[in-house]
């Protein structure tokens, strides 16, 4: 089975090796059909410490590294301005 892999905005980055990516998902509402936007924060680990807070990335699943942390950083779409 394939890895899922999920992009996002880096939230928060003030722990050491780990950001917070919100991720956005558009989904209809089961019973009115409208497209409702819900979002979910995903903790991830950067070895580099090279992502901050307004960069769009991309990250993969991967093993439980902490408690918390149940992804890791792929790669960076896009540098916050």
């Given at each position: 089975?394939?890895?899922?892999?999920?992009?996002?905005?880096?939230?928060?980055?003030?722990m050491?090796?780990?950001?917070?990516?919100?991720?956005?998902?558009?989904?209809?509402?089961?019973k009115?059909?409208?497209?409702?936007?819900?979002?979910?924060?995903?903790?991830?680990?950067?070895?580099l410490?090279?992502a901050?807070?307004?960069?769009?990335?991309?990250?993969?699943?991967s093993?439980?590294?902490?408690?918390?942390?149940?992804?890791?950083?792929?790669?960076?779409?896009?540098k916050?301005?």
């Amino acid at each position: 089975m394939p890895k899922k892999v999920k992009q996002g905005i880096v939230t928060s980055d003030k722990m050491n090796k780990t950001i917070v990516v919100e991720v956005a998902e558009h989904n209809p509402h089961k019973k009115y059909k409208k497209i409702m936007k819900t979002t979910k924060n995903y903790k991830a680990h950067d070895e580099l410490n090279t992502a901050g807070v307004g960069d769009v990335v991309t990250i993969i699943e991967s093993k439980p590294i902490s408690s918390t942390v149940r992804w890791a950083l792929k790669d960076i779409v896009e540098k916050a301005k």
